[in-house]
């Protein structure tokens, strides 16, 4: 069941309840103890999955922590102005993480979704020092989800703001990187490796994981990123940047360069 062809902006925020139906349906058939985080998603009404295909991908990184007492943040709570619609991805995130504090970050005012282990904070993700305020409230972070205005200005000052404060061992996860080709979100269909771009930027520290085999008479810049994102994962209109220790040593200069 898909709602791709609908006309009726009405139906993405609020799917039919057969639409629901057939995905908690599917998503607990070979699941019957512990929820999937598909079955989260279905149960509390996040687009993460059904509209979008997240929840397939994510456990494959997340699962391992599931237990364990992480702080998780995520920008954008949905909703857009009304302070009571959104808030299911939050609520998704407390049941699939059952030791964790979650925090909230929205442009508008959504403190009526604050709950036990849900903190909702209130700021503007273009704004660096905004971001340095909600960190300084979180502090260390093990998760980060950019679900927040998909402009790719702002997912890069975001990225920028708050990698640093993950740590090591934490993911990075950027949704909806389908705006990177959009104009109207500051993106292009034409130059796809531009840096300004989300996806054009992520592209960039591809070479960064491989900053040791780069020669030095290279004119690439290292970047502030390339001894600390250990893996990236790329799947359809999401990415996944884990933290950790990117240095794992170079090919020898005799490889590189060959006999002198």
């Known amino acids: 069941m898909e709602l791709r062809d609908s006309g009726n902006i009405e139906s993405f925020r609020r799917p ?10 599917l998503a607990t058939l070979d699941h019957r103890d512990q929820p ?24 494959r990184y997340l699962e391992p922590l599931r237990d364990r007492p992480l702080t998780i943040l995520e920008i954008g709570i949905g909703g857009f102005d009304n302070p009571t619609a959104g808030g299911a991805s939050l609520r998704m995130w407390k049941h699939y993480f059952p030791r964790a504090t979650i925090y909230g970050v929205d442009v508008h005012d959504k403190t009526p ?6 903190h909702i904070l209130r700021a503007d993700q273009s704004d660096p020092q905004a971001l340095a305020e909600v960190v300084a409230r979180t502090g260390p972070l093990d998760i ?18 708050l990698f640093p404060h993950v740590r090591d061992g934490g993911y990075y996860a950027i949704e909806d990187l389908q705006t990177s080709y959009w104009p109207r979100f500051g993106g292009t269909s034409e130059d ?25 008479s290279s004119p690439r810049d290292r970047a502030p990123t390339d001894r600390s994102v250990r893996s990236l994962h790329f799947h359809h209109n999401l990415a996944i940047i884990e933290k950790g220790v990117n240095l794992e040593g170079g090919g ?4 590189r360069y060959g006999p002198r």
Do not use: C, M
């Open 144 to 161: 980060v989800i950019d679900d927040g205005s998909h402009q790719n200005a702002h997912v890069l000052t975001t990225f920028r703001t």
């Open 252 to 255: 020898p200069d005799w490889v």
């Open 113 to 118: 979704h604050a709950q036990q282990r849900i």
């Open 16 to 25: 039919p309840v057969a639409f629901a139906a057939t995905q908690r349906l």
């Open 192 to 216: 796809f490796n531009s840096p300004h771009t989300s996806l054009g930027f992520l592209k960039t520290l591809v070479d960064g994981l491989n900053h040791e085999e780069v020669l030095t």
């Open 36 to 59: 999937t985080l598909t079955e989260l998603a279905s149960r509390h009404e996040s687009d993460k999955w059904g509209i979008h295909q997240y929840t397939q991908h994510y456990p």
